[in-house]
């Protein structure tokens, strides 16, 4: 999802439990749909083809949000805990 953002291309996700939901910030930045359920996912792909303009405007949303996912930033993170234990 996150090369798909970067690469501008708007997403449509599962709301399966390992990170969708945060990625596409509780379907701010995307389309959500329940798990296993076509024609949830059915809806959301007409719903992307209908409204262009709102999807864009998501899409623009999910990649300003980029940077929460910063490689460097989350090291840091991991870093300062591994040395707090030591």
Same mark, same amino acid.
């Given at each position: 999802? &996150?090369?798909?953002?970067? &690469?501008k291309? =708007?997403v449509? !996700? #599962?709301n @399966?439990?390992?990170?969708? *939901?945060?990625?596409?910030d509780?379907?701010?930045g995307g &389309?959500l =749909?329940?798990?296993? /359920?076509?024609?949830?996912l #059915? /809806?959301k792909i &007409?719903f992307? $083809?209908k409204?262009k $303009?709102? @999807?864009n405007?998501k899409? *623009?949303f #999910?990649k300003s +949000?980029?940077? +929460? =996912? !910063?490689?460097?930033? $989350?090291l $840091?993170?991991?870093? *300062?805990?591994i040395?707090?234990?030591m």
């Amino acid at each position: 999802m &996150l090369e798909a953002i970067t &690469l501008k291309k =708007f997403v449509i !996700s #599962s709301n @399966c439990k390992t990170g969708p *939901k945060e990625i596409l910030d509780n379907g701010k930045g995307g &389309l959500l =749909f329940k798990t296993g /359920n076509y024609k949830d996912l #059915s /809806n959301k792909i &007409l719903f992307y $083809n209908k409204n262009k $303009n709102i @999807c864009n405007h998501k899409l *623009k949303f #999910s990649k300003s +949000r980029l940077k +929460r =996912f !910063s490689y460097k930033k $989350n090291l $840091n993170k991991y870093y *300062k805990i591994i040395k707090n234990m030591m």
